[in-house]
């Protein structure tokens, strides 16, 4: 089981009234949050974030580093030595984010779940597999892009390499647990473990980024997407 927040966060908070917490908060413990319209019912402002729109907000995160690998492919290609810092700093929000945050909250909370219900273990266990060498090409990929840039030919096929089988993988796993493995840890964790479980995320969350936590990670990849030429939206719309 997980262990319990004894108090609730500041997002399951944000909104209410001082004088709507109390009721809220002891009857949301014994059942499911009311249906909309009901006596009680939360307004818009404020639903508290459910773990599965975590996960998948940092998925977001997770793709646009994969378009910043694709440019980066390009620009290696041609012989671009610039491209190698901002893969680098790419590769470092893959590390910290994705595989030490992201990856072992989904590890340590969202697969046992699952197995512990018997459903989707052949799902996890190959999604286990695939975490484990993402970390492993993030390694290569940290160690390829350090230092002044990729100028051998031998490295940059090996970085090219990395860069397309990291891609490769990663998009149809991240399209699995948003469409598959996300939806099932509803059916297998009671409500009040399921909104725990975002408190858990959320306090974690801060405790590794500080008070910007999941924002400030945006704001880097900005940066990098800005360095490449690749931050305007509209530059990907078809003619």
Request: with cysteine; net charge negative.
């Amino acid at each position: 089981m997980i262990e319990l927040p004894k108090a609730m966060s500041r997002r399951s908070l944000v909104g209410m009234s001082l004088s709507a917490v109390g009721g809220i908060a002891l009857s949301a413990c014994d059942s499911p949050p009311p249906k909309g319209g009901e006596s009680g019912a939360p307004s818009e402002g404020e639903l508290p974030v459910t773990p599965p729109e975590d996960l998948m907000k940092e998925h977001g995160v997770l793709k646009r580093i994969l378009l910043i690998y694709r440019e980066g492919i390009r620009r290696v290609q041609v012989g671009d030595a610039a491209a190698s810092q901002a893969l680098n700093a790419g590769a470092e929000i893959i590390r910290t984010f994705i595989h030490d945050y992201h990856e072992h909250s989904e590890e340590q909370y969202v697969f046992p779940r699952l197995e512990q219900a018997g459903k989707l273990t052949d799902i996890t266990s190959v999604l286990r597999t695939q975490h484990q060498r993402g970390r492993t090409i993030t390694d290569r990929v940290l160690s390829l892009t350090s230092g002044a840039g990729v100028s051998d030919r031998s490295q940059r096929e090996e970085l090219t390499q990395d860069l397309a089988a990291f891609i490769r993988m990663y998009e149809p796993h991240e399209a699995r647990e948003d469409t598959v493995v996300f939806p099932a840890l509803r059916d297998v964790v009671p409500p009040k473990e399921f909104r725990d479980m975002a408190e858990i995320f959320e306090d974690e969350e801060h405790r590794r980024f500080g008070p910007t936590g999941f924002e400030g990670m945006v704001a880097k990849v900005v940066d990098i997407e800005k360095s490449l030429g690749i931050y305007d939206l509209s530059q990907f719309t078809p003619a």
